[in-house]
């Protein structure tokens, strides 16, 4: 009888163990799936705070989803037929110039710095071996393993850019579903609590939810500001490409804390390389003060109405996203650590204080 006692539980927790396994493997395969949905309800929720604007003031929820459905579908066509051509251009433009830069010595003298450095490297014969597999496909096979490491990152990397516009649309689609049937899903959610901690669950659930949607707006504005502030600024100064680096500034400084600053270092060595110095001083001047006005001015003004977070945990909360989840991780996590705090204060510490 102990005997079979113990096969069955040895058998029952090998069956847990192999369903835990098959569960990790599932979650795995569908990882993708879920940060796109986790990045459609993230979206939604910042939409959410524009949505109740309307409501308050009589609009029916339907008539403000349609609303923000065609104010999005505007900027998407307006991006398309009025801002992706500008920008495709002064990027090719940016690319010529760098070309230009190349040719124009900066290239001939690495080649040289190779030669001088390593001379057992046949640094001519590969350049020619290469050049050769540009016209003949055939001779893929006989180029060295590095070349074919070059060449296959960059298929990847082309790769890995379609994949991410179609994730991104992905993304909108999901937002546009999560933002029409928003009083559906947290109606639902609800219903799944005990109704004895119903209410205060509610309470905290939509204090959540709003601090989530005041820093999705709160980011959002961020990088607006700075997109248009750096192409005021560039254009002033008379920058060809003041449309690509402005596009740069606004997508960087939706990341927290290492956006702004990534993309002024950026914007400020392409203006050195392809403007000079003169122009490349002025543009790092105003970077600095920007971000100097946005570390202490315009930042702290969102977190403090936004998410109510110290200083600390929000830079502690970015680094660990960034570093579990890359950008989206970052983004996500600054709401989270939020959500922690609300949780700790409301529910934890009055619980631990009653006994």
Request: proline share 5%; hydrophobic share 60%; charged share 10%.
């Amino acid at each position: 009888m102990k005997i079979r006692n113990g096969f069955l539980l040895g058998l029952v927790g090998g069956l847990g163990v192999l369903l835990a396994l098959a569960i990790g493997v599932a979650v795995q395969q569908i990882s993708t799936v879920l940060v796109w949905a986790f990045a459609g309800i993230f979206l939604a929720l910042g939409v959410e705070p524009v949505i109740q604007f309307f409501i308050r003031r009589g609009v029916p929820r339907w008539a403000a989803v349609l609303v923000i459905f065609a104010l999005i579908l505007g900027i998407a066509v307006g991006a398309v037929w009025l801002i992706v051509p500008t920008i495709v251009a002064q990027f090719t433009i940016l690319v010529q110039s760098i070309v230009a830069e190349i040719e124009g010595g900066a290239f001939e003298s690495v080649l040289e710095w190779v030669r001088a450095t390593f001379p057992q490297f046949d640094l001519d014969g590969t350049l020619q071996q290469l050049s050769e597999a540009l016209n003949d496909f055939n001779t893929w096979s006989s180029l060295p393993p590095w070349v074919a490491d070059i060449a296959a990152g960059i298929v990847g990397g082309a790769v890995q850019v379609v994949f991410a516009v179609g994730g991104l649309l992905i993304v909108l689609v999901l937002m546009l579903y999560f933002t029409g049937s928003m009083p559906a899903l947290k109606s639902g959610m609800y219903r799944l609590v005990p109704a004895s901690s119903r209410p205060k669950f509610i309470e905290i659930a939509e204090q959540i939810m709003r601090s989530v949607g005041r820093f999705v707006l709160g980011q959002g504005a961020l990088g607006l500001l700075n997109g248009v502030l750096s192409f005021i600024v560039l254009s002033i100064l008379g920058s060809e490409l003041a449309g690509v680096y402005a596009v740069i500034a606004l997508i960087a400084s939706t990341i927290p804390l290492v956006g702004t600053i990534s993309a002024s270092v950026m914007i400020s060595l392409l203006v050195l390389l392809l403007d000079g110095p003169q122009t490349a001083l002025p543009v790092a001047i105003w970077y600095l003060i920007y971000m100097q006005l946005e570390a202490y001015v315009i930042s702290p003004q969102i977190m403090n109405r936004a998410v109510k977070v110290p200083g600390v945990v929000v830079v502690l909360a970015a680094l660990i996203g960034g570093t579990l989840l890359g950008i989206l991780g970052a983004l996500v996590a600054i709401p989270i650590a939020a959500a922690i705090q609300l949780i700790l204060k409301e529910v934890v510490i009055p619980r631990q204080d009653s006994k």
